[in-house]
């Protein structure tokens, strides 16, 4: 079983890449699936998270207790889920910040694959999941039908090449 939380500050478009992501688990793997979102609508800029948990096992819970990956699209959201670390989770951070933990943490620099790339400072959830779906060796031609926009299509394989 695999257990993941994407997390980060509301506007950020964590729902619509957690959902572009069970999309893909649901029509391209044999696992079970289960999703469950919590939106910060008190304000703009609050806490969102997506919890995923997916394998062959079935589930009885869509709660993460303890997560394998933590996708973190903000950089400091992450540090409200160390309940839920594990000595061999790994959190993914979008920006090189001096951070200290237990687990292990891959910071990459999606600013500047921004930049390099000349996309539009709101493709880089787009960014993050890309790299996320590299390190889980998820990487297929099947991401095109899942992601329809070209821009985000194009975003999303900047983060399979970071």
């Given at each position: 079983m695999t257990n993941?939380?994407?997390?980060?500050?509301?506007?950020?478009?964590?729902?619509?890449?957690?959902?572009l992501f069970t999309q893909y688990l649901f029509n391209y793997t044999n696992n079970y699936i289960s999703s469950s979102d919590i939106h910060g609508l008190v304000k703009r800029g609050g806490a969102v998270s997506s919890e995923i948990k997916f394998g062959k096992e079935f589930i009885y819970s869509p709660i993460v207790e303890n997560a394998d990956y933590i996708v973190d699209f903000d950089g400091h959201e992450f540090l409200n889920y160390q309940d839920r670390f594990k000595k061999t989770s790994t959190i993914i951070i979008p920006d090189n910040k001096e951070m200290f933990s237990s687990c292990n943490i891959i910071q990459f620099d999606s600013y500047n694959l921004l930049l390099k790339n000349h996309l539009h400072p709101q493709q880089k959830n787009?960014?993050?999941?890309?790299?996320?779906?590299?390190?889980?060796?998820?990487?297929?031609?099947?991401?095109?039908?899942?992601?329809?926009s070209h821009s985000n299509y194009l975003a999303f394989l900047v983060g399979t090449n970071g």
């Open positions: 993941i939380i994407f997390c980060g500050k509301g506007g950020q478009g964590i729902l619509f890449a957690s959902n787009m960014i993050i999941l890309g790299y996320f779906v590299k390190i889980l060796n998820m990487e297929s031609p099947n991401w095109k039908k899942i992601i329809k």
